[in-house]
């Protein structure tokens, strides 16, 4: 499969944002998927992930009440809405796709190429 990010931006502390992944190849709604985000220096880390068929999520304590998966199978896409966001938001945000549901960045078979987030203050 393979998967382009995209709605990065700058934006204002405070602000919003909306990430969208849209995949391409085999079914869509048979992966997990999964954000991720790697700030300059530091390693990736799991921002939020969402199930197959979009019941279950789990996000990373930093973006838990501000941020959001959601995933439209029929358009195979996923999506991240970042509310609230803060400076320390500030990272190149990465889309996944695996067959768990994980936090591992390294059980996520397919990437797609990032889309930077920048939050000023």
């Known amino acids: 499969v393979q998967l382009q990010a995209s709605g990065g931006g700058l934006v204002q502390a405070g602000g919003s944002l909306r990430l969208s992944c849209a995949a391409s190849?085999?079914?869509?709604?048979?992966?997990?998927m999964g954000w991720f985000r790697q700030a300059p220096g530091k390693e990736r880390e799991f921002v939020a992930v969402?199930?197959?068929?979009?019941?279950?999520?789990y996000y990373a304590e930093s973006v838990k009440g501000r941020f959001t998966i959601s995933r439209e199978n029929a358009k195979n896409t996923v999506y991240l809405q970042m509310n609230s966001l803060k400076p320390e938001d500030t990272a190149v945000y990465y889309c996944?796709?695996?067959?768990?549901?994980?936090?591992?960045?390294?059980?996520?078979?397919?990437w797609g190429q990032g889309t930077l987030v920048t939050v000023s203050s």
């Open positions: 996944a796709a695996g067959a768990s549901l994980t936090v591992i960045p390294g059980d996520y078979d397919y």
């Open positions: 190849g085999r079914a869509f709604s048979s992966y997990v």
């Open positions: 969402i199930s197959r068929g979009g019941g279950s999520t």
